[in-house]
């Protein structure tokens, strides 16, 4: 069986494929990690389903025996529980050159080891076949004769009823052939794995991979080069086509051939940042802001996609809402007020938001969200859950007018906005104060707030739960009044315009 790498350091399956797709990234964790610049993502939530997942999953392989403590003692007691012949095993861990992997279950039948990824996953994926894959080939060798490799996923189709039925609620799918198919091209990529590591830091172009399927952390470093404002940036443009005009010397749109086929969204953002202007497509805005009348509402939600079901009839990954948030004017002149609902603790919250959603918005509102494909989707399912609101919540879905239509639009555009239409790139563009007031929140985004609300469960502790709640509160409630500031912004600009009073 492998020793341990020199330095007792490894690289994680994820840096390992990161590599595989750029050798500069295999040269750069390993010697120059300090150059990452962490990723803000949804990892948090993926881990909090993650490790749920896991531990549903090792109900169906009961009485295991989980492998602990720092990774150089779960390596030496994964290698004596193979030894051992353990019937189950949890969170084996192995090594390959410089690359560990670790397993989820491990089963030990008539001689053999079956190898199984769990994933929080609703259907198979590429990337879980070379997951199996490289599993596979780091076992086989450390010496493990394998029987076969399995991804065990979530059953989308499945029904919380009384209690969860595992054997329902996961699918097997046996990898086995498909996995054996990648070893000899992993074979070849740890050859190039040691090369590139015995070497100096590779020479590698910007590429796809520098962005798909995720951000490399070390972007910033190998991008130090790139304009603050480039061909990067160009809106509705695929990231193949960005990097195939980088490579023939192209780095900001404005250097674009004249006869390069451009849709009239890019024309306006080449000239915005051509100029350094913002621009203003006066009669769109006009023609948008007609539409809206008082009572003005701003309305957004917030849910959550629960990978196992909270409560009986749901799905896998099913909606449900938990929180919104409500500003309003009932006239021109009228202050501002507010209205919002949040989930009590471990209870079906969607009665109490559909009732509260109803009676908060009279059938004359018309009502401002940004993105409208949540509200609306929401709604729609609230309407076929509460037969006696289905009026109501039809009208309020109605009602609905997407903020974002001037931004995704380019009724207006600066060169700030970097091509970006969401409301996080447009308010530090236009409303500036906005942006520091987001920095002064707990949870600064909808990834983070899922993540508090999913921490919410099971937690004991009133205080806590109470500071969470009211970070919850903050956040959302300040995402609305964001949408107040970016309407005040583009009536401003056209005074005579303010929203007239429904009759």
Excluded at 87 to 97: C, L, V
Aim: charged content about 25%.
């Amino acid at each position: 069986m492998n020793s341990s790498p020199e330095g007792n350091r490894f690289l994680s399956k994820s840096q390992f494929f990161r590599g595989t797709r750029c050798s500069k990234a295999w040269k750069l964790f390993w010697s120059h990690s300090e150059l990452k610049t962490s990723r803000l993502d949804s990892h948090d939530v993926f881990q909090i389903a993650s490790k749920e997942i896991s531990l549903k999953s090792r109900k169906l392989f009961p009485e295991g025996e989980e492998i602990t403590g720092n990774t150089e003692q779960k390596i030496s007691k994964t290698l004596q529980a193979v030894q051992n012949k353990i019937p189950i095993i949890y969170n084996a861990h192995f090594q390959r050159d410089k690359v560990l992997v670790s397993v989820d279950i491990l089963k030990y039948e008539q001689g053999r080891w079956k190898l199984i990824l769990v994933k929080s996953a609703s259907k198979k994926k590429r990337k879980h076949i070379r997951e199996v894959a490289l599993q596979l080939n780091i076992l086989k060798s450390n010496g493990l004769s394998i029987s076969s490799a399995s991804l065990l996923h979530v059953n989308t189709s499945y029904i919380l009823e009384d209690k969860l039925d595992l054997d329902d609620f996961f699918t097997e799918i046996d990898l086995t052939e498909l996995a054996l198919n990648l070893q000899s091209k992993l074979d070849g990529k740890f050859i190039s794995l040691n090369d590139t590591l015995n070497n100096q830091i590779p020479e590698v172009e910007i590429g796809t991979y520098c962005l798909q399927p995720h951000e490399c952390e070390f972007k910033n470093h190998c991008w130090s080069a790139i304009p603050e404002t480039s061909i990067f940036d160009l809106t509705r443009l695929a990231t193949a086509k960005k990097v195939e005009l980088y490579l023939k010397g192209i780095t900001e749109s404005q250097e674009l051939p004249e006869d390069y086929p451009l849709s009239e969204y890019q024309k306006i953002q080449i000239h915005s940042e051509k100029t350094n202007t913002r621009f203003i497509n006066e009669k769109a805005i006009e023609k948008f802001l007609k539409k809206l009348t008082f009572p003005l509402y701003f309305l957004d939600f917030e849910a959550l996609q629960p990978v196992v079901p909270l409560f009986q009839g749901d799905n896998p990954f099913e909606f449900l809402p938990v929180q919104f948030s409500l500003h309003y004017l009932e006239t021109e002149e009228g202050a501002l007020q507010h209205k919002e609902f949040i989930a009590e603790n471990n209870l079906d919250p969607r009665l109490g938001f559909a009732t509260t959603l109803v009676n908060s918005i009279p059938e004359n509102a018309c009502i401002l969200v940004y993105n409208v494909a949540l509200e609306k989707k929401i709604n729609k399912s609230l309407a076929l859950r509460f037969p006696e609101m289905e009026k109501q919540l039809k009208t309020i879905n109605s009602q609905l007018v997407d903020l974002i239509e001037p931004f995704n639009n380019k009724y207006i555009y600066d060169p700030k906005m970097k091509g970006k239409s969401s409301i996080k790139a447009i308010l530090p563009v236009l409303v500036p104060e906005m942006e520091e007031a987001y920095k002064n929140l707990n949870i600064k985004n909808g990834m983070m707030a899922m993540g508090a609300f999913f921490n919410l469960q099971g937690n004991q502790d009133s205080n806590e739960k109470n500071k969470i709640r009211q970070d919850l509160l903050d956040y959302c409630k300040l995402d609305t009044l964001a949408m107040v500031k970016v309407w005040q912004y583009l009536n401003n600009l056209f005074p005579a315009l303010t929203p007239q009073k429904t009759k």
